[in-house]
């Protein structure tokens, strides 16, 4: 089945303890990004990646870090998390590197807690 | 004025009516548009895409495009209570990244 999936789904973590959540895409796709998702703020862009080794800051990058040194995988790094990146995160993927010009397919979604 | 604004709801419709969920964006560039459902706490579901003027439609769906007006709406014919969910309109900017609007909160009653 063609799918983005994302693990964790659910993380209750502690302030300044490091994690990633993996995002794994099957569908060969060329463009990844991450989005966190506030009520009241909507879906906002925080990194995207056009090609493997390629990835470049969206709209609410700081306090986060990415890589993709693998075509099929785009983990969501945070160093040292903070409360105020307690959200919910979606992984999306899109076959054309220009994945902001066409249709973009989610993950499951990974609702964080940082106390 | 913002990139994308919807209204955000709650839409309340009848079972069977025909719910009509509007988008206004800001961007005259843009060329890409592109209507998501959201259930709560689900991950958001492409339902259309839409790239030129004028109607599209898909099953009991049509997106329509103006772009010299600067909005895309989405029609849902037939509306179902399954339909019941949070409704995206997003916007591609350049290359890079999809734009979101806030969402509107359609209710279908039996």
């Known amino acids: 089945e063609a799918q983005v999936t994302q693990n964790p789904r659910y993380l209750i973590t502690v302030t300044g303890k490091k994690l990633t959540v993996t995002c794994s895409q099957n569908m060969n796709h060329e463009y990844m990004s991450w989005y966190r998702q506030d009520p009241g703020l909507g879906l906002r862009q925080i990194y995207y990646?056009?090609?493997?080794?390629?990835?470049d800051k969206g709209d609410v990058p700081e306090g986060y870090k990415v890589s993709r040194k693998e075509k099929r995988n785009f983990p969501l790094i945070l160093e040292s998390p903070s409360p105020n990146q307690t959200s919910l995160y979606f992984c999306?993927?899109?076959?054309?590197?220009?994945?902001?010009?066409?249709?973009?397919?989610f993950g499951p979604g990974t609702r964080l807690t940082v106390t | 004025q913002k990139e994308v604004e919807q209204n955000s709801g709650p839409l309340s419709v009848p079972e069977g009516a025909i719910a009509s969920l509007n988008c206004t964006y800001s961007?005259?560039?843009?060329?890409?548009f592109f209507w998501y459902r959201q259930y709560s706490g689900k991950s958001p579901e492409l339902i259309m895409s839409?790239?030129?003027?004028g109607d599209k439609e898909d099953g009991r769906f049509t997106a329509q495009l103006n772009k010299a007006s600067q909005y895309v709406s989405l029609l849902i014919r037939d509306s179902q209570p399954s339909d019941s969910a949070t409704y995206l309109c997003?916007?591609?900017?350049?290359?890079?990244?999809?734009?979101f609007g806030k969402g509107t909160k359609l209710t279908v009653n039996p």
């Open positions: 990646s056009m090609n493997v080794e390629v990835t």
């Open positions: 999306a993927s899109s076959p054309e590197p220009s994945g902001g010009s066409y249709e973009q397919y």
């Open positions: 961007d005259r560039v843009s060329q890409s």
């Open positions: 839409i790239y030129s003027n």
């Open positions: 997003a916007l591609g900017r350049g290359s890079e990244k999809l734009v």
